[in-house]
């Protein structure tokens, strides 16, 4: 998709041409949170942030999006000088974020857009889009590779995935969230990662028989053959492995008790002095089955996942909003929020300060005015200015090390795989009196007391 100008909803369009229409463009201030935590979820890794910068500064409207928009009924009302205004479209405004691989906790703003009001009206649907779901895989990956143990995973959910792009994407995210490579070719060749991958069961029903098809396959990868072992009969097969004269990097089982024919395999393999050949399991897991096979000490060296990890399966979809939080007009700034019953928020643009305590772990966030000194570690800091990208893009491994970091400052009770502790996070009093004042006055003015 070469221009994505019309991935928004529509009535993001519509409201930008009544805005347009009524002069009503000031600058705002919009924040992206995610409200609740999915279940059995203690955290998230923020994620997607490079993909969202490269979207701001390339979002225009071509003739032809232009165009259309002109043909649709809903705009037949709408001056021409609108139409005018979206083929000169360029976002011009600023965005404040965390950085990816940060972890983050509900109702904390991970971006903040603060633009004419146009622009950033425009903008959230593919906002959300992309870091809803890089952030999605991102986590899920982090739990996958915690339950792993400090084995070995990776991302083989390039036919799994919701379509080649999101393939691509979910791979990068994977990665970030702690995966060591991919399966996807283009995926690691854009990441500057060794593609991984062994071979499937229908190369072993090309050929005669299992032996042949290991031979083969060695001759042509002798220093990275990982062989499939059950097309037919996954011990019957180990042993053909073992009576081999060369040794293969590693075998990977794909089905029936992975526990047991671990241990199998790699008794079969020792006995033939084959120790150095790695056990790699795959076949619909996910953090709960592989946290069960490395705590009973099974003798699998790696993991491949696919369709759980790059679905994020047990948890498909972020609830991640956009909320407006400031007008800036001519007779000052405007704080907004709603007050709706269990969805209010709070007012005014914000920004997060991370604690730790003397134990080394993060003891609390306070979300605060952007303008407060609180004590912490602020999280947002300024990515973009004026539309253009200010800040430089780290490489992969580099990101997968801050979400391995972040991880080890959270207890163990908030990174438990099920039922995790909460994480504690607190307003600043500046925040809560703000929100309390500004309740009263709009109650008082529409006469509610």
């Not at 019309?6 to 930008?16: E, G, K, P, R, S």
């Not at 935590?37 to 993909?51: D, H, I, K, S, T």
């Not at 854009?190 to 190369?203: K, R």
Request: with cysteine.
């Amino acid at each position: 998709m070469k221009n994505r100008s019309l991935v928004t909803d529509f009535y993001q369009l519509t409201m930008a041409a009544s805005y347009f229409t009524h002069k009503h463009n000031p600058l705002a201030t919009f924040e992206m949170f995610i409200r609740h935590l999915p279940e059995n979820r203690g955290f998230l890794v923020f994620a997607g942030l490079e993909q969202a910068l490269a979207y701001l500064k390339n979002l225009k409207f071509g003739t032809e999006e232009v165009d259309y928009l002109k043909s649709l009924p809903t705009f037949r009302h709408i001056p021409r000088e609108f139409f005018k205004y979206m083929l000169e479209f360029r976002f011009t405004g600023e965005l404040w974020a965390m950085e990816e691989g940060e972890v983050f906790f509900a109702n904390e703003p991970v971006l903040q857009v603060r633009a004419p009001l146009i622009q950033a009206q425009i903008v959230e649907t593919c906002l959300l889009a992309i870091i809803n779901f890089q952030t999605s895989i991102a986590t899920k990956a982090a739990r996958i590779t915690a339950a792993a143990r400090g084995r070995q995973v990776v991302d083989f959910g390039a036919r799994r995935a919701h379509g080649p792009e999101a393939s691509v994407l979910a791979a990068r995210a994977a990665v970030i969230g702690g995966c060591a490579t991919t399966s996807n070719v283009y995926a690691a060749w854009q990441l500057g990662l060794p593609p991984s991958g062994t071979m499937a069961h229908s190369y072993i029903m090309s050929l005669p028989d299992e032996k042949t098809a290991f031979q083969k396959y060695f001759e042509n990868f002798p220093e990275n053959a990982i062989f499939l072992l059950d097309t037919y009969d996954t011990i019957r097969a180990a042993h053909l492995v073992a009576g081999m004269k060369d040794e293969p990097k590693g075998v990977r089982l794909d089905s029936g008790d992975l526990l047991q024919l671990s241990k199998s395999v790699r008794r079969i393999l020792d006995r033939a002095g084959k120790k150095n050949t790695r056990i790699l399991a795959s076949g619909d897991l996910n953090e709960y089955l592989i946290d069960e096979l490395t705590g009973k000490k099974a003798p699998i060296d790696a993991f491949g996942v696919g369709t759980e990890l790059v679905t994020s399966r047990d948890a498909p979809a972020l609830g991640g909003i956009y909320k407006l939080v400031e007008i800036e007009t001519e007779k000052g700034v405007k704080p907004c929020f709603k007050l709706s019953s269990g969805k209010a928020t709070y007012p005014s643009r914000k920004q997060i300060f991370r604690k730790s305590g003397e134990n080394g772990f993060y003891a609390g966030d306070v979300i605060g005015a952007a303008d407060e000194k609180l004590d912490g570690r602020p999280l947002l800091r300024k990515v973009m200015e004026k539309g253009e990208i200010i800040i430089e893009f780290p490489p992969i491994l580099e990101l997968q090390k801050k979400t391995q970091s972040g991880l080890q400052k959270l207890a163990p009770r908030i990174r438990s795989l099920t039922s995790p502790g909460h994480y504690p996070i607190k307003y600043s009093e500046k925040l809560r009196q703000l929100r309390q004042r500004l309740a009263r006055e709009l109650n008082r003015d529409q006469g509610l007391f």
